[in-house]
Nanobody, 111 residues
């Protein structure tokens, strides 16, 4: 059984950085399949970042150049490094693996 647990969220000011972690357990052949999504207030859940098959990553246009998806090969952990955060990045952030969602973590960007 797969379990995903997000951590690292919180309240930050515009322009600041934050790194989220997704700790995975269970039957996961590779953490390269873990993706990040977010759900802003009053909006639908949206794709943010995922690893691609050629060793890089794909990002939503809204976060390209500011967010990075990373993974630790020695741990079952995937990170979302977020920099130059904006108020519109305020959302609940989720990690996802093959129809399994984490519980989500709140990120609030506000002055």
């Amino acid at each position: 059984q797969v379990q995903l647990v997000e951590s690292g969220g919180g309240l930050v000011q515009p322009g600041e950085s934050l790194t989220l972690s997704c700790d995975a357990s269970g039957n996961i052949p590779s953490t390269s399949e873990i993706r990040w999504y977010r759900q802003p207030p009053g909006e639908q859940r949206q794709f943010i970042a995922a690893f691609n098959r050629i060793g890089g990553a794909n990002y939503a246009d809204s976060v390209k150049g500011r967010f990075s998806i990373l993974r630790d090969p020695d741990k079952m952990t995937v990170y979302l490094r977020m920099s130059n955060l904006r108020p519109e990045d305020t959302a609940v952030y989720y990690c996802y693996f093959r129809a399994v969602w984490g519980q989500g973590i709140q990120v609030t960007v506000s002055s």
